[in-house]
């Protein structure tokens, strides 16, 4: 077998990087050349199929982002508290991003709430790992967004006293909120000095589960994620 080109010899060095340690033994204790040639190279085999086998996890694509503004295919209707529910029978088309007063003569004159509905369909329903959020350049004055039902934010003079009516607006929420298929984004607005709009972008993105956790953390002093175990109190009871 000495000078066979077809038998691969790997040093012990090479050889202790790759296998088991029992693998290893066994190869030790083989005393003739050929021998222990012969076992190298099937131990170098079994290292390569090992190495095949672990395929490098692909990273899930990144879904499309998802454009919320339409100059005619959102539905609205004015309302007398934030707690109304839709009025099929009241319903208007709405353009966004735009102003509210402007597109009808009859509410050209009105301030107070109105309820607006958007039918989003995904036809192909993101990981669950991604992180939905609902983003909005700003909404003149005050605002609660839902998704099929469930609120996911809000925005108004109690949360934003000195600009409520220019804030972004950025809402994350629970991917389980989406359905594939039929979506009703809800928008609650409150108009408090004549002149309701909503300005752009508007968008509904799906977020890197480790993009959210970046940006999470730089709001934090921590470099890492910290929960309850990292409570030096708890573990003593207090």
């Not at 295919?73 to 007063?101: C, M, Y």
């Not at 009859?106 to 107070?112: A, K, T, W």
């Amino acid at each position: 077998m000495r000078g066979d080109p077809n038998v691969e010899v790997l040093s012990y060095k090479q050889v202790s990087r790759s296998v088991s340690k029992p693998l290893l033994l066994s190869l030790v204790i083989v005393k003739t050349p050929c021998g222990q040639r012969v076992i190298l190279r099937e131990a170098e085999k079994k290292r390569r199929s090992r190495f095949a086998a672990e395929k490098p996890r692909q990273k899930a694509k990144i879904p499309d982002a998802i454009d919320l503004s339409s100059p005619s295919e959102w539905w609205g209707h004015t309302i007398e508290s934030k707690d109304e529910g839709w009025n099929h029978a009241l319903r208007r088309r709405f353009g966004f991003p735009g102003t509210v007063q402007s597109r009808y003569k009859d509410l050209s004159s009105r301030n107070g709430l109105y309820r607006f509905k958007l039918q989003v369909k995904i036809n192909d329903m993101p990981d669950a790992s991604w992180k939905p959020a609902i983003i909005i350049g700003a909404i003149d004055d005050e605002d609660w967004i839902s998704v099929n039902g469930t609120l996911v934010g809000h925005t108004g003079k109690d949360t934003n006293p000195d600009n409520y009516y220019c804030a972004p607006r950025r809402y994350d929420f629970d991917a389980k909120l989406l359905k594939q298929g039929v979506n009703w984004i809800d928008l609650v607005l409150n108009d408090l000095t004549l002149g309701a709009s909503v300005s752009g972008p508007m968008m509904l993105v799906f977020e890197d589960p480790d993009v959210t956790k970046a940006r999470k953390r730089a709001d934090t002093p921590y470099l890492r994620d910290v929960g309850r175990e990292d409570d030096p109190y708890w573990h003593h009871g207090f």
